[in-house]
């Protein structure tokens, strides 16, 4: 679960995961999510990062 955590606070998706806030176990849909992470190149996942710290600077993301 330690490798789902360092993604998850990596893109920042599922804030409630961090290290200091209780954990939960994660919904279906998002390990679903999780799991098409995992399956992106190295690229894709960089291109992915850009893309969600764009969009938390441009509003309430």
Not at 1 to 23: A, D, H
């Amino acid at each position: 679960m330690s490798k789902v955590q360092g993604i998850t606070e990596l893109l920042g998706i599922f804030p409630c995961l961090g290290s200091g806030r209780r954990r939960r176990r994660l919904n279906s849909e998002e390990m679903k999510l999780v799991e098409r992470y995992r399956e992106l190149s190295e690229s894709d996942r960089i291109a992915m990062r850009y893309l969600v710290d764009a969009m938390r600077s441009v509003s309430r993301f």
